[in-house]
């Protein structure tokens, strides 16, 4: 469901849900080569990897339309790497992702879906300095831990415990600078789908490009961040032609800071502006405030807390049209192979309650997942 430029997740009408996770991750390194891993510039010799990660799920519904749900997924992945004189190499990673999915109302209905796309193929040069990675890859950055107004390309769940997401093709440079401050410079092209917070898709074939510039500041670090693509807002005129715009600039401004004191504390704000006027949707804040501390209870029990307000308006920062969630992570180790967790957002504005609880078992290459949850039938959470 999408509120003016806010995005949101809404699941079928439904309030109670049970899931059923299992994951294995193989590695097989090639024959007569290193498995080292491809961030080591250090080694003196060309090494290549082979691994995959295979997932199956099953999750039930009872409140769904289809109310018995399962699910595979398998991402074969190949790592390469070329050492060069002095201190730098190239390195490879290329990966697919391969899912089908099915779903069942007893005696009645049955839907199936799969498809077989690329998940990453990027090709780096890199030194102890310096980074250039072009291809399919992940970008993401910035200081809030779940709700993250700097999720401008990625669409990772804070409820995902693979933190699985789509890449985007592009450029991307990073210069890591001796006092530990570091600069990213990124072009994107061809990116047609959505990518994090965005409302409206960016035009095909027109280049994205942005940049961030990351400081040390006492106890912490603060960096400033920012992106201008064209956006395709054809979507607005649909049936009425004179409305139809496309190629519209849009401006996003970044800023965060993240400090360790006694407690970890972190502020994180996103701004977006659109050239057009687009009314409500010309202008958008999203605003993350958050913490986080493990008590010494047992085995040492993590509370993660963070306010998110989200606001979008005619004028810039006017804060009319807002909505405001509150959301509480809770993580206890029950031992070395055991977790549990729990997510609680609320809606302020909707003055609704999400719970989320996950139970993980860590095998030697299987990792379990037991996950169930109650929401309210009106499902709106930002994700």
Known sequence: MRTGKHTFHQRPAGSLFFLLWLGCLVSVPARGQSAESPDTLQASRATLDFKGQALAYTHINPSNALPWWNGVRYIPQVNARVPLKGTGAFDLEASGNLYGNAGWQPFDTAHAAGDVKPYRLWLRYATHQLEIRAGLQKINFGSASLLRPLMWFDQIDPRDPLKLTDGV???????????????????????????????????????????????????????????????????????????????????????????????????????????????????????????????????????????????????????????????????????????????????????????????????????????????????????
């Not at 990124?186 to 960016?202: C, D, H, Q, V």
């Not at 095909?204 to 064209?230: D, I």
């Not at 085995?299 to 979008?312: C, D, R, Y």
């Open 169 to 383: 093709w592009g450029v991307l440079g990073r210069y890591y600078f001796l006092n530990n401050a570091n600069l990213w410079l990124w072009a994107l092209y061809g990116n047609e789908n959505r990518k994090g917070w965005e409302a409206f898709p960016s035009v095909s074939r027109k280049s994205e490009f942005g940049g961030r510039l990351q400081l040390p500041v006492p106890a912490g670090e603060a960096a400033f961040s920012y992106h201008h693509r064209q956006a395709d807002l054809t979507s607005l005129g649909a049936g009425e032609p004179a409305l139809v715009l496309a190629g519209s600039a849009e401006n996003r401004f970044g800023f965060d800071v993240k400090v360790d004191a006694v407690v970890g504390l972190w502020l994180e704000g996103s701004w977006s502006n659109f050239r057009e006027e687009l009314g409500a949707m010309t202008n958008q804040e999203i605003i993350n405030l958050g913490m986080d501390y493990t008590f010494g209870v047992g085995n040492g029990l993590t509370i993660v807390f963070e306010q998110l307000m989200a606001a979008s308006d005619e004028r810039a920062f006017a804060f009319e049209n807002t909505v405001h969630f509150s959301l509480l992570n809770m993580s206890y180790p029950l031992g070395l192979f055991d977790n549990l967790s729990a997510i609680v957002y609320f809606d302020w504005t909707g003055k609704r309650m999400y719970n989320f609880m996950t139970w993980q078992r860590q095998f030697n290459r299987l990792a379990l997942y037991v996950m169930g949850y109650i929401n309210p039938k009106e499902y709106d959470i930002p994700t």
